[in-house]
C-alpha cells in the first residue's frame, strides 16, 4: 500500500488546457516534494512546500500544500508538450525518508 | 558540478547470480538513497547512506545490501536475483539529507533479470 496516493494515474490533454494532479495521505509529513520524470532519466525536483497552506507557482505550475500537511496539488495552466512526464509526489518525514506517490503520467497532445 | 551518475545503464543477468551497481553522487553531497521503480510499485526506497553509515532501511530482503564508501561513492548489491527483481534502481544524492532537502537523481540503472 502506497503512503502517498495520486491520482489521476493517467492524463491526456490537448495543448493549452489545463490540469490538476492530487497527492493525498493519511499521514502528515514535514514537507512535500514533487518531481517530474521523463523516459530514460531520473526523477528532477520541481518544488518543496513546507508549510501547511503554503501555494508556490513556477512559471505556469501551481503547487498547494494542504493546511494539514497530509495533501498536495499541482496544478498546471494551458499545459504544453513538453509537460508530459511522470509526476511524482514525494513526502518528507522526520527519518529522512523519501516516501512516494506512485506517479501521474500526462501527455500533452500538440 | 557534475551531477549523480550510475553505471552501468543497463544490465541483463541471469536468475541466480548476483550483480553490483554503482552510484557516484554530486561532490560534496554525504547522503545518498537507493530507490527500486516499477510500473506496478512505483518508486519504492531501499535504503540512505550517510558518511558511510546506513541511516534508514526500506522493506526489503536481506539480498539487497549496500554500502559506502570514504569519497561518498555507494554500491548496491542484489544476491541469488529473482525476475520479480527486474527494474530501474535510482540513486539519488543530497548534501545533508534533511528534511526538505533536495535529492538530485541519477539516470539509474535498468536491471533486467531472465
Known amino acids: 500500500t502506497q503512503l502517498l496516493e495520486q491520482s489521476p494515474q493517467f492524463l491526456s490533454i490537448q495543448e493549452g488546457e489545463n490540469l490538476t494532479v492530487y497527492c493525498n495521505s493519511s499521514?502528515?509529513?514535514?514537507?512535500l516534494q514533487w518531481y517530474r520524470q521523463e523516459p530514460g532519466e531520473g526523477p528532477v525536483l520541481l518544488v518543496t512546500v513546507v508549510t501547511g497552506g503554503e501555494v508556490k507557482k513556477l512559471k505556469r505550475l501551481t503547487f498547494q500544500f494542504g493546511d494539514a500537511r497530509k495533501d498536495s496539488s499541482l496544478h498546471i495552466t494551458a499545459a504544453q508538450p513538453g509537460d508530459t512526464g511522470l509526476y511524482l509526489c514525494?513526502?518528507?518525514?522526520?527519518?529522512?525518508?523519501?516516501?512516494f506517490g506512485a506517479g501521474t503520467t500526462v501527455t500533452v497532445r500538440a | 558540478k557534475a551531477g549523480v551518475t550510475q553505471t552501468p545503464r543497463y544490465l541483463i543477468k541471469t536468475r541466480g547470480q548476483q550483480v553490483t551497481l554503482s552510484c557516484s553522487p554530486i561532490?560534496?553531497?554525504?547522503?545518498v538513497s537507493w530507490y527500486q521503480q516499477t510500473p506496478g510499485q512505483g518508486l519504492q526506497f531501499l535504503f540512505e547512506?550517510?558518511?558511510?553509515?546506513?541511516?534508514n532501511k526500506g522493506n526489503f530482503p536481506g539480498r539487497f545490501s549496500g554500502r559506502q564508501f570514504s569519497n561518498s561513492r555507494s554500491e548496491m548489491n542484489v544476491s541469488t536475483l529473482e525476475l520479480g527483481d527486474s527494474a530501474l534502481y535510482l540513486c539519488?544524492?543530497?548534501?545533508?539529507?534533511?528534511?526538505?532537502?533536495?535529492?538530485?537523481f541519477g539516470q539509474g540503472t535498468r536491471l533486467t533479470v531472465v
Open positions: 514525494a513526502g518528507v518525514r522526520n527519518d529522512y525518508k523519501l516516501s
Open positions: 539519488a544524492s543530497s548534501d545533508r539529507g534533511d528534511r526538505g532537502t533536495e535529492a538530485f
Open positions: 561532490s560534496g553531497h554525504r547522503s
Open positions: 547512506y550517510f558518511s558511510e553509515t546506513q541511516r
Open positions: 499521514s502528515v509529513f514535514s514537507s
